[in-house]
């Protein structure tokens, strides 16, 4: 009988074939090396927020290497993603949660981007994007948007990462927003139709304005150019991709009035959201070129 110990200091046996016997967990071989199925708490990560005996993720190793699919949870215990490894590294399937249980990105992740078949889901379950990537993980073929109500938004196609033909634009109920024709990922901007919302859109748009909590700013935005950002007054913030992403009144670091631009994570411009007294008030109309 070999002996190996747990990653807890405690001494387990093996068989005389060296594989760790049914009930060993955290186990360490006499080569040092982890094995078998582990479960890290929070005492072991020190993770702010973790209570000690939280469980922060589970797993199986191979010879010190994640192997299948691990689980990590959030601090508050609930799911926050299953991820397949493979020599250590994501290769397969994976799914994302949000806090709330809801799923909030699924589909196969290798090399560090993802292939194939994508979703990602509004919070409150329907589905905001389906998009197909290339093995190259660019976008190939048809991709779609839809609205939190589940209505669709856009829809159009792609090849090689940039739209490629006609990219078509719905309002929240349904109705036609505009038509696009592209080449490459340039617009012709001779082909643009855009189309007027429905009374009821409009209707959604300006009604009464509550008071809400605003737009809180992201790590990695800042003001380019000229001008220090102190999280108050009139400011416009860029994020790492140099695009714009807030223009507006600011007050302790949140947007109160003004523009929050909204980007997918190639970068494509999805909508404009507005605000006005920290509240979500509708969305301004998209720029044509």
């Known amino acids: 009988m070999a ?6 200091g405690k001494i387990r046996a ?9 009930d060993s967990l955290n186990v360490i071989d006499e080569n040092n090396l982890k094995q078998g199925f582990w479960i890290f708490y929070g005492k072991d990560k020190r993770l702010p927020d973790y209570e000690d005996d939280a469980k922060v993720e589970e797993g199986r190793y191979k010879d010190n290497r994640k192997s299948g699919i691990w689980k990590k949870y959030f601090a508050s215990g609930t799911l926050q993603n299953e991820i397949t490894y493979q020599n250590s590294r994501p290769n397969g399937y994976a799914k994302i949660y949000y806090t709330n249980g809801q799923v909030k990105e699924e589909g196969i992740w290798k090399g560090n981007k993802w292939t194939g078949d994508y979703k990602l889901y509004h919070e409150n379950g329907n589905l905001y994007h389906v998009f197909n990537f290339n093995p190259k993980g660019k976008r190939e073929g048809e991709q779609t948007y839809y609205h939190e109500n589940g209505e669709k938004m856009i829809q159009g196609t792609w090849a090689e ?45 300006v009604q009464a304005e509550p008071r809400g909590a605003g737009v809180a700013v992201a790590r990695g935005e800042e003001i380019r150019h000229i001008g220090k950002f ?45 605000y006005k007294n ?11 070129d």
């Open 230 to 274: 102190d999280g108050n007054g009139e400011h416009k913030l860029y994020n790492m991709n140099r695009q714009i992403s807030k223009d507006g009144n600011f007050v302790n670091n949140k947007l109160i009035d003004g523009k929050w631009y909204r980007y997918d994570t190639s970068g494509i411009l999805l909508r404009i959201e507005v």
């Open 3 to 8: 002996l190996i110990a747990s990653f807890s």
């Open 161 to 205: 990462g940039k739209e490629s033909g006609t990219v078509t634009e719905w309002y929240e109920d349904g109705s036609l927003r505009s038509e696009k024709n592209f080449e490459g990922g340039t617009l012709d901007v001779g082909s643009v139709k855009n189309y007027e919302p429905t009374e009821a859109v409009i209707a959604a748009t």
């Open 14 to 22: 093996t068989d005389h074939e060296g594989g760790a016997s049914s």
């Open 278 to 288: 920290g509240a979500y008030v509708g969305d301004a109309p998209m720029p044509v």
